[in-house]
T-cell receptor, first 116, second 113 residues
Framework: AQSVTQPDIHITVSEGASLELRCNYS??????LFWYVQSPGQGLQLLLK??????LVQGIKGFEAEFKRSQSSFNLRKPSVHWSDAAEYFC??????????????FGTGTQLKVEL | DAGVTQSPTHLIKTRGQQVTLRCSPK?????VSWYQQALGQGPQFIFQ???????QRGNFPDRFSGHQFPNYSSELNVNALLLGDSALYLC????????????FGPGTRLLVL
C-alpha cells in the first residue's frame, strides 16, 4: 500500500527566506506525486504535480519540487517566501484504482508560519 | 470557468442522525472522489464515482454511501452519525482524460454533537 511521510509538522521561516518542505513516499510503481496547499478553513489548491519526465517541476506561486527516485522524495521549494504563503502544505501520491481512476494518499501535512 | 462547488459549507448534526452532502464537479469533469479530513490530519479517501458507479472504497464503513447523477454531480450520505464523523468533507473532481489530477472543492465542515 502507498504511504506519504511529511516529517516536519511545523516550520517557521522569515519572509524573504528560502523554503524547503520534505516529502517521502512509498509506492510500488512509478508514482504520480502532488503538492497541495490549504489555507485555514479552505479546500485544497493544487500547487504542482509530477507524472514523468523532467524531475524538476514548476508550479504556481513560484513553487517548485524535485522528484528523486533514489531517495523516494518529492521536496517542495521556494526561493523567497512571502507572508501570504503561510498555510498548510500536503504532499500526496496517486495510486491507480481497480477499474480505472486513481485515489490520492496524503501525508499529515506541514504547517508553515511566516515571520515578518 | 466554475470550479468544484460543495454544499452546504457548514452543518451541525446530533449523534444518530443522517446527513447528505453535495458536490458539483468542475466543468468538463466526469469523476468525483470524496475525502474526509479530520482535524490536524491529511484527507483520507472515502470513495470515487464514475459513470454513476462506485469505483472503489477506502477504509470506511457502509454507513458512508454515495451517488452520482447523470450530470456528474454527486452526493455523500452518512447514516447513524458518530462523534468521530466530525470532519471536513472534501469533494474532488477529475476527467477520465486526465484522471491523475484531482481538483478540490472548498469542503463541508460537519460537526456531530
Amino acid at each position: 500500500a502507498q504511504s506519504v511521510t511529511q516529517p516536519d509538522i511545523h516550520i517557521t521561516v522569515s519572509e524573504g527566506a528560502s523554503l524547503e518542505l520534505r516529502c517521502n513516499y512509498s509506492y510500488g510503481a512509478t508514482p504520480y506525486l502532488f503538492w497541495y496547499v490549504q489555507s485555514p478553513g479552505q479546500g485544497l489548491q493544487l500547487l504542482l504535480k509530477y507524472f514523468s519526465g523532467d524531475t524538476l517541476v514548476q508550479g504556481i506561486k513560484g513553487f517548485e519540487a524535485e522528484f528523486k527516485r533514489s531517495q523516494s522524495s518529492f521536496n517542495l521549494r521556494k526561493p523567497s517566501v512571502h507572508w501570504s504563503d503561510a498555510a498548510e502544505y500536503f504532499c500526496a501520491v496517486g495510486a491507480q484504482l481497480t477499474g480505472g481512476g486513481n485515489k490520492l494518499t496524503f501525508g499529515t501535512g506541514t504547517q508553515l508560519k511566516v515571520e515578518l | 470557468d466554475a470550479g468544484v462547488t460543495q454544499s452546504p459549507t457548514h452543518l451541525i448534526k446530533t449523534r444518530g442522525q443522517q446527513v447528505t452532502l453535495r458536490c458539483s464537479p468542475k466543468s468538463g469533469h466526469d469523476t468525483v472522489s470524496w475525502y474526509q479530513q479530520a482535524l490536524g490530519q491529511g484527507p483520507q479517501f472515502i470513495f470515487q464515482y464514475y459513470e454513476e458507479e462506485e469505483r472503489q472504497r477506502g477504509n470506511f464503513p457502509d454507513r458512508f454511501s454515495g451517488h452520482q447523477f447523470p450530470n456528474y454531480s454527486s452526493e455523500l450520505n452518512v447514516n447513524a452519525l458518530l462523534l468521530g464523523d466530525s470532519a471536513l468533507y472534501l469533494c474532488a473532481s477529475s476527467s477520465r482524460r486526465t484522471v491523475e489530477t484531482q481538483y478540490f472543492g472548498p469542503g463541508t465542515r460537519l460537526l456531530v454533537l
